[in-house]
């Protein structure tokens, strides 16, 4: 799973890249919730940006932010940054708000030790607030302020936008985090439920051009930005069974699907499931089914 860039985010919302996007100063753009999530748009997928993300997000949302599940009704302020991964779901029709993204560059000067020291952005750091009615009106605001800012040609625009997502910052800090978290019943739980459906995103395979590229339990401790070791516990004290062992069962499924509906070669295949050799795709599709995998086939098709 790779980061979503600046460039991948305007070419899956707009499926076009904005003329400012390489500014010396760093790059800043703010939009319209209801303009980017309409009923057609693209689920949002569950990995790291190489971008800051503020967002007033109104009605029953859920996110999954690293090992953590937050589910919020009303107005919620929610902070993102290109350290951990996340995903968010709508649980209502009513979309509304506001969001910005902002390069590390944007800004030039630092904040106190820098953004990455910030409460909301540090690990284990949390990223919501939930807001009041006057509260919302107070974000809201400051975002139209932005959006009448960012189509001006006011020739210091960006300076008093950095202000803006300055105030932002520090209304949130003055507030306290919300930490209300979904029905995992506790971090356990959590992480391992979002380290399924880390490993879910990665199938099915559908063509032989694509690769798996998540197949040990340290690449997905870094997704999910928590100690390998932690991991392992959570997972094996929730499933009962290892890290290691829940990758190769699902790997052995998809390989069966494979060898069972595609006529795709077996190289082809092992290449997809992140095999460098053939060799070591056999051996172990026959450690975990006790068959090779050209017997496989054949015994599918007898």
Same mark, same amino acid.
């Given at each position: 799973?790779?980061?979503?860039?600046?460039?991948?985010?305007?070419?899956?919302?707009?499926?076009?890249?904005?003329?400012?996007?390489?500014?010396?100063?760093?790059?800043?753009?703010?939009?319209?919730?209801?303009?980017?999530?309409?009923?057609?748009?693209?689920?949002?997928?569950?990995?790291?940006?190489?971008?800051?993300?503020?967002?007033?997000?109104?009605?029953?949302?859920?996110?999954?932010? /690293?090992?953590?599940?937050?589910?919020?009704?009303?107005?919620?302020?929610?902070?993102?940054?290109?350290?951990?991964?996340?995903?968010?779901?709508?649980?209502?029709?009513?979309?509304?708000?506001?969001?910005?993204?902002?390069?590390?560059?944007?800004?030039?000067?630092?904040?106190?030790?820098?953004?990455?020291?910030?409460?909301?952005? /540090?690990?284990?750091?949390?990223?919501?607030?939930?807001?009041?009615?006057?509260?919302?009106?107070?974000?809201?605001?400051?975002?139209?302020?932005?959006?009448?800012?960012?189509?001006?040609?006011?020739?210091?625009?960006?300076?008093?936008?950095?202000?803006?997502?300055?105030?932002?910052?520090?209304?949130?800090?003055?507030?306290?985090?919300?930490?209300?978290?979904?029905?995992?019943?506790? /971090?356990?739980?959590?992480?391992?439920?979002?380290?399924?459906?880390?490993?879910?995103r990665q199938f099915p395979i559908e063509r032989p051009g694509q690769r798996l590229t998540m197949r040990s339990a340290?690449?997905?401790?870094?997704?999910?930005?928590?100690h390998v070791n932690h991991l392992n516990r959570a997972i094996k004290e929730s499933t009962g069974k290892t890290t290691?062992l829940l990758i190769a069962e699902r790997l052995t499924s998809e390989a069966k699907a494979l060898l069972k509906h595609?006529?795709?070669?077996?190289?082809?295949?092992?290449?997809?499931?992140?095999?460098?050799?053939?060799?070591?795709?056999?051996?172990?599709?026959?450690?975990?089914?006790?068959?090779?995998?050209?017997?496989?086939?054949?015994?599918?098709?007898?």
């Amino acid at each position: 799973m790779k980061t979503e860039t600046i460039e991948d985010f305007y070419r899956i919302k707009f499926d076009r890249l904005p003329g400012n996007l390489n500014q010396e100063t760093g790059h800043f753009n703010v939009f319209r919730l209801e303009d980017c999530h309409g009923p057609n748009a693209r689920p949002v997928n569950y990995s790291r940006r190489d971008f800051y993300k503020i967002s007033l997000i109104r009605g029953r949302n859920r996110y999954h932010y /690293a090992d953590k599940s937050v589910e919020i009704s009303g107005s919620t302020l929610m902070f993102f940054n290109p350290n951990i991964p996340y995903t968010w779901e709508s649980l209502s029709e009513d979309k509304t708000g506001f969001f910005c993204i902002f390069s590390k560059s944007f800004f030039t000067e630092k904040i106190r030790g820098g953004l990455g020291d910030l409460p909301m952005y /540090a690990p284990g750091g949390s990223p919501a607030y939930k807001l009041d009615a006057d509260q919302d009106k107070h974000v809201s605001s400051i975002f139209l302020k932005m959006l009448e800012e960012i189509n001006s040609d006011y020739a210091f625009k960006m300076d008093l936008i950095r202000n803006y997502v300055t105030e932002i910052t520090h209304f949130a800090l003055k507030s306290r985090p919300t930490e209300t978290l979904y029905h995992h019943p506790d /971090a356990k739980s959590r992480i391992t439920a979002v380290f399924t459906e880390l490993l879910e995103r990665q199938f099915p395979i559908e063509r032989p051009g694509q690769r798996l590229t998540m197949r040990s339990a340290k690449d997905y401790a870094e997704q999910l930005a928590v100690h390998v070791n932690h991991l392992n516990r959570a997972i094996k004290e929730s499933t009962g069974k290892t890290t290691t062992l829940l990758i190769a069962e699902r790997l052995t499924s998809e390989a069966k699907a494979l060898l069972k509906h595609t006529n795709w070669n077996i190289s082809e295949i092992a290449y997809s499931l992140g095999f460098e050799d053939p060799a070591h795709f056999n051996n172990f599709f026959k450690k975990h089914t006790l068959l090779t995998p050209s017997r496989f086939r054949n015994n599918q098709a007898a």
